[in-house]
């Protein structure tokens, strides 16, 4: 595609249910990439991934977070056990490489009732 | 870790006068620094990017920094502002691991 997509654009769950969120990288890129935005607040890293393994998943704040990317291009997202917490903005980014520019998506705005 | 400082959550000019965002960062090492541009309800944008190769780096839309090292600073600036600049943005750097660590960003407004 021409860039980078996510859906759902809006989610809207309640407290203790289980979340996806899909990413769908620019076509070739083998790196992705996805952030968090709380309100107010700059991107913060949860994850990255070079081809399907996940290169750095450092920033996942704890075990109820998962990301998988089985073909190396669609990425999901996982969230278990939502909590109110949780709501942000989800950003996925790609790049054609490891250090090369990072295309952000629109980002899936969660928010956990 | 490396990390960076935005002076400044908002910041208001009019039409046509100099636009100056604040980015100071701490890093052991040269640092890789980015600008991001955020529009309302979409994706982060890359306005400029500061790889060593110069200090002065020029970017979209008329916009640029200077990498200034004994200040620790990357300072976004424009010449004249245009209401189309009204936005947030995102000073960044990037980790030896290439994972990036942003700001906590500067939301532009520009008034007519």
């Known amino acids: 595609g021409a860039g980078v997509s996510q859906t759902p654009s809006n989610k809207v769950t309640e407290k203790g249910k289980y979340v996806e969120l899909r990413c769908d990288p620019i076509s070739g890129h083998t790196a992705l990439y996805w952030y968090r935005q709380s309100l107010g607040q700059g991107p913060e890293f949860l994850i990255y991934?070079?081809?399907?393994?996940?290169?750095?998943d450092s920033g996942l704040p704890n075990d109820r977070f998962f990301a998988v990317r089985p073909e190396g291009s669609v990425s999901t997202l996982k969230i278990q056990r939502t909590e109110r917490g949780d709501s942000a903005v989800y950003l996925c980014a790609s790049s054609s490489g490891s250090y090369n520019e990072q295309f952000f998506g629109p980002g899936t705005r969660l928010t956990v009732l | 870790a490396q990390s960076v400082t935005q002076l400044g959550s908002h910041v208001s000019v009019s039409e046509g006068a100099l636009v100056l965002l604040r980015c100071n960062y701490s890093?052991?090492?040269?640092?890789?620094l980015f600008w991001y541009v955020q529009y309302p309800n979409q994706g982060l944008q890359l306005l400029l990017k500061y790889t060593s190769a110069a200090t002065l780096v020029k970017g979209i839309n008329g916009f640029e920094a200077e990498f200034k090292k004994s200040e620790t600073s990357f300072h976004l600036t424009k010449p004249s502002a245009h209401m189309s600049d009204a936005a947030e943005y995102f000073c960044?750097?990037?980790?030896?691991?290439?994972?990036?660590?942003f700001g906590a960003g500067t939301r532009l407004t520009v008034k007519p």
């Open positions: 890093s052991s090492v040269p640092p890789y």
């Open positions: 991934f070079q081809g399907t393994g996940a290169a750095d």
């Open positions: 960044a750097v990037r980790e030896k691991n290439n994972d990036m660590r």
